[in-house]
């Protein structure tokens, strides 16, 4: 075993205006403090033109127990190149639907999201009526169908109201001890 991808975590960030990211750029750079405990992959940058991998992306997947997709809350879903990834890499026969399949089987899978909403008004149900449990119930059964071990997400909410540096720096720890909880 390669002990140094067994004790990385495989961070896929998906964001397609990064240049323009405060939070999800800000938890990049503190990622990249920690090159032995996080491997970071920006899937907008590695795929600009949208062909993705798919045989590379399966073979990366391979080697790590744990993957986190971090991408920034977009009308109440993900940003189109996850739903992208997940169509074209979880493919028959590897994720799924065979005795050899289910390749991410037992690896753990968690989402950190970006929220521009504050967490009250999720929870009010008088406003959204779902908490972003619910609204990711789909990328949770979908986990759940290629037998992996879903984790509770991370969110972090309310940067639409406030994107100044405290609030911003705030979410740097939490998210280091969700990841770091994670193993
Ligand atoms: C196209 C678009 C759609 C968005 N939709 C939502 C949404 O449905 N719910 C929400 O809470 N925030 C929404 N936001 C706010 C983003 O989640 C927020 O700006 C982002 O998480 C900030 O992360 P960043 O600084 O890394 O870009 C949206 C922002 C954009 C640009």
Known sequence: MNFKRYMETLIMVIHPDITNSIVNKRWMTELSKYPNKYEVRHLDQIYPDGN????????????????VFQFPYYWFNCPPR???????????????????????????????????????????????KYTLAELTRPFELTFEYVKADYRPLFAYYGIELNSGKEWIERSVPLYMDFLSNLS
């Open 52 to 67: 993705i991998d798919v045989l590379a992306e399966q073979k990366l997947i391979e080697r790590y127990g744990r993957i």
């Open 82 to 128: 996850f739903k992208q990834w997940l169509d074209e890499v979880l493919t028959y026969g590897w994720a799924y639907g065979s005795k050899s399949g289910y390749k991410m089987a037992g690896k753990k899978i968690a989402l950190a999201i970006s929220v521009g909403i504050d967490e009250a008004v999720y929870r009010s149900t008088a406003k959204y």
